[in-house]
């Protein structure tokens, strides 16, 4: 008999947490509890990626309607029903949720749907009260968003927690930020026919992207019709009697919204957690401190996904949530290779990402840049100005593909595809040993000829 409650205790039932619960218990045999204060499958299934892309197909019909138009469809563009989607929306997230309960409950886990702190090395405490031990404890509380101090207060302000819970869609809209959550959240709100102002303090949005990327994005975004404000800050916010928002900014403007949304970054869900109370280690934005095998400072305590501020996406936390149970269960030490992790941005069109950008091979060494931008066939018969980048960063060296950068329909997907490429070392000539398929707009990855520069 065990001298704990438990093998291994999960505080957190996202992708990282159910991950790692469900096969320290099946594939390992682990006796498992996790524990879930809000609902089952976390921020992307919950209140991020999953109803995101549901909004971003919602709003990009809209477009595809206006596009059948011009293509010669006889087409009406009506209003977008938020409430019949919201409805949708809804019945959606509560089978997905289900089906994350379902599954870590048939791994033989025991879900505990309330609040858990940590209250020493070996211990957790539930928020009805119980002690509960276990051998060892996984940390997968996530992120949560970050709202700046004078505003955080003000009744009715949204972050990406609220926007999906809209009751109706407001006729305007100001989106706080320039990471791709806001430009997601921009680019769905327009699409559904919200008037969108972004609202950015810094340079260029997408800070950390290919700087074409960037701003193949921000031209897109302007094209859509969002109103793109760069070098521009809120200094100050009020609620009007009327429900809406009168927001001051740095150029002296003070405007009215119908609604505010602060996508202004997310911060490691650490506060309150105990973790103190167990000599765990944190950074200064209160990120858990792990090394490679996702273990902390305290030798029985471990931590995954976005609350270790790694790289903050779903199948990252996923991959070290199996890594750490492979690791602590299955006998095999198992870390996670985080470069070259490919990502992308739903946006209209989307981009889609992987490897170095050209700034950070540059400083590596030699370069070439292989890029074309155009208007691709389906925009270009429509007298639409959409137009698509692709972009190879290779060495000079060794003719490695060391990033690549696409803005294009589809580029998400695209970029999935790509990126089996550069992981496994794919070098320019190989690219341009394959054959093109024609007609495509992809096929430009292939048929990139002459460096555009040198570095
Ligand atoms: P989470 O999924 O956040 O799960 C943590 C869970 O812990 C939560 O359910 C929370 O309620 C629970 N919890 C916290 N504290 C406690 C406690 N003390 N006791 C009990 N339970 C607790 N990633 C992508 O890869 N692609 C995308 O397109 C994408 N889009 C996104 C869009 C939005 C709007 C947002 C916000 C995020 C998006 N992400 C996307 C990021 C992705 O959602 C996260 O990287 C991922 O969910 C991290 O998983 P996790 O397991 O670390 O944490």
């Not at 602590?328 to 170095?356: I, K, N, Q």
């Given at each position: 008999m065990s001298a704990f409650d438990y093998d291994l205790f999960v505080i957190g039932g996202g992708s990282g947490g159910?991950?790692?619960?469900?096969?320290?218990?099946?594939?390992?045999?682990?006796?498992?509890?996790?524990?879930?204060?809000?609902?089952?499958?976390?921020?992307?299934?919950?209140?991020?990626c999953v109803p995101k892309k549901l909004m971003v197909f919602a709003a990009g019909h809209g477009a595809a309607i206006d596009d059948a138009a011009a293509y010669g469809w006889q087409v009406e563009k009506g209003r977008f029903d938020w409430t019949a989607f919201r409805k949708r929306l809804d019945a959606e997230l509560n089978r997905l949720e289900s089906i994350y309960t379902r599954n870590a409950e048939t791994a033989g886990v025991t879900i505990l749907h309330q609040r858990a702190t940590v209250t020493g090395s070996h211990t957790v405490r539930l928020a009805d009260g119980r002690e509960i031990s276990a051998k060892h404890i996984l940390i997968a509380t996530g992120g949560t968003p970050f709202v700046p101090e004078p505003y955080a207060g003000i009744e009715g302000v949204m972050t990406s927690n609220e926007v999906f819970l809209m009751d109706a869609l407001p006729a305007s809209m100001l989106v706080l930020g320039g990471g791709f959550i806001a430009c997601e959240m921009a680019g769905i709100m327009q699409g559904l026919g919200v008037q969108v102002t972004q609202m950015y303090r810094g340079e260029q949005i997408l800070r950390g992207f290919d700087s074409d990327l960037q701003e193949h994005v921000a031209a897109a975004l302007v094209q859509q019709g969002i109103a793109l404000e760069t070098h521009t800050d809120l200094t100050a916010l009020e609620r009007g009697a009327d429900g809406g928002y009168m927001a001051t900014d740095t150029q002296g403007r003070r405007r009215r919204f119908d609604a505010v949304l602060f996508a202004t970054g997310r911060v490691p869900n650490t506060r309150g957690l105990g973790l103190e109370s167990a000599g765990v280690a944190m950074d200064k934005a209160g990120a858990v401190t792990v090394d490679a095998y996702s273990q902390t400072n305290v030798p029985s305590i471990f931590a995954v996904g976005d609350v270790t501020n790694r790289i903050q996406l779903t199948p990252v936390a996923i991959r070290e949530g199996h890594a750490f149970a492979d690791t602590v269960f299955g006998g095999t030490p198992v870390s996670v290779d985080h470069s070259d992790v490919a990502s992308a941005v739903f946006t209209r069109p989307e981009a889609g990402t992987v490897g170095l950008t050209e700034a950070e091979a540059a400083a590596r060494g030699p370069i070439e840049v292989y890029m074309a931008s155009f208007r691709p066939m389906q925009s270009a018969f429509i007298g639409a100005d959409t137009k698509a980048l692709f972009k190879l960063v290779v060495c000079a060296v060794t003719r490695r593909v060391l990033g690549l950068h696409i803005v294009a329909p589809g580029a998400g997907e695209l970029i999935q595809i790509a990126a089996v490429a550069v992981k496994m070392g794919a070098t320019k000539d190989d690219f341009d040993r394959t054959v093109a398929v024609h007609p495509t707009m992809s096929e430009e990855l292939v048929l990139l000829r002459k460096p555009t520069r040198t570095t």
């Amino acid at each position: 008999m065990s001298a704990f409650d438990y093998d291994l205790f999960v505080i957190g039932g996202g992708s990282g947490g159910v991950r790692a619960a469900r096969i320290a218990a099946s594939e390992h045999g682990a006796k498992v509890a996790m524990a879930e204060e809000f609902r089952m499958g976390g921020t992307c299934v919950i209140r991020g990626c999953v109803p995101k892309k549901l909004m971003v197909f919602a709003a990009g019909h809209g477009a595809a309607i206006d596009d059948a138009a011009a293509y010669g469809w006889q087409v009406e563009k009506g209003r977008f029903d938020w409430t019949a989607f919201r409805k949708r929306l809804d019945a959606e997230l509560n089978r997905l949720e289900s089906i994350y309960t379902r599954n870590a409950e048939t791994a033989g886990v025991t879900i505990l749907h309330q609040r858990a702190t940590v209250t020493g090395s070996h211990t957790v405490r539930l928020a009805d009260g119980r002690e509960i031990s276990a051998k060892h404890i996984l940390i997968a509380t996530g992120g949560t968003p970050f709202v700046p101090e004078p505003y955080a207060g003000i009744e009715g302000v949204m972050t990406s927690n609220e926007v999906f819970l809209m009751d109706a869609l407001p006729a305007s809209m100001l989106v706080l930020g320039g990471g791709f959550i806001a430009c997601e959240m921009a680019g769905i709100m327009q699409g559904l026919g919200v008037q969108v102002t972004q609202m950015y303090r810094g340079e260029q949005i997408l800070r950390g992207f290919d700087s074409d990327l960037q701003e193949h994005v921000a031209a897109a975004l302007v094209q859509q019709g969002i109103a793109l404000e760069t070098h521009t800050d809120l200094t100050a916010l009020e609620r009007g009697a009327d429900g809406g928002y009168m927001a001051t900014d740095t150029q002296g403007r003070r405007r009215r919204f119908d609604a505010v949304l602060f996508a202004t970054g997310r911060v490691p869900n650490t506060r309150g957690l105990g973790l103190e109370s167990a000599g765990v280690a944190m950074d200064k934005a209160g990120a858990v401190t792990v090394d490679a095998y996702s273990q902390t400072n305290v030798p029985s305590i471990f931590a995954v996904g976005d609350v270790t501020n790694r790289i903050q996406l779903t199948p990252v936390a996923i991959r070290e949530g199996h890594a750490f149970a492979d690791t602590v269960f299955g006998g095999t030490p198992v870390s996670v290779d985080h470069s070259d992790v490919a990502s992308a941005v739903f946006t209209r069109p989307e981009a889609g990402t992987v490897g170095l950008t050209e700034a950070e091979a540059a400083a590596r060494g030699p370069i070439e840049v292989y890029m074309a931008s155009f208007r691709p066939m389906q925009s270009a018969f429509i007298g639409a100005d959409t137009k698509a980048l692709f972009k190879l960063v290779v060495c000079a060296v060794t003719r490695r593909v060391l990033g690549l950068h696409i803005v294009a329909p589809g580029a998400g997907e695209l970029i999935q595809i790509a990126a089996v490429a550069v992981k496994m070392g794919a070098t320019k000539d190989d690219f341009d040993r394959t054959v093109a398929v024609h007609p495509t707009m992809s096929e430009e990855l292939v048929l990139l000829r002459k460096p555009t520069r040198t570095t």
